[in-house]
């Protein structure tokens, strides 16, 4: 599917780049470094790993690890817009927590 001359499957890795980037903010925070990868699954276990509850809407970010490689030839059925909107949700779910995480100082910096 076409979007805004692009594909939706580049919006969606566009999402998968947020929540990536949200998480391992948080893992720097508590860890001082983080894992080389893309999988957000690894992501959040690592994150909860450090005593962190993390919320159900943050877990389900699992959904978008899938469309770390998008930006290159796709090979499973496209993503229809539905999808996309309930993809970007989630990235803007995860990205949100992180910074209220970051920003309220709940990971045991006080």
């Not at 509850?53 to 978008?64: E, F, I, N, Q």
């Not at 059925?77 to 949100?96: K, Q, W, Y």
């Amino acid at each position: 599917m076409v979007v805004q001359g692009g594909y939706i499957e580049d919006a969606c890795t566009d999402a998968h780049q947020a929540a990536e980037k949200a998480l391992k903010a948080i893992l720097l925070h508590l860890c001082g470094s983080f894992p080389r990868t893309h999988s957000v699954e690894a992501l959040v276990e690592l994150i909860g790993a450090e005593g962190v509850d993390v919320p159900t809407r943050v877990r389900r970010a699992g959904r978008l690890t899938v469309y770390a490689t998008a930006r290159y030839p796709w090979p499973q059925e496209p993503v229809t817009g539905e999808e996309h909107a309930e993809l970007v949700a989630i990235a803007a779910d995860v990205v949100s927590w992180a910074e209220s995480m970051l920003l309220e100082h709940k990971l045991g910096t006080d």
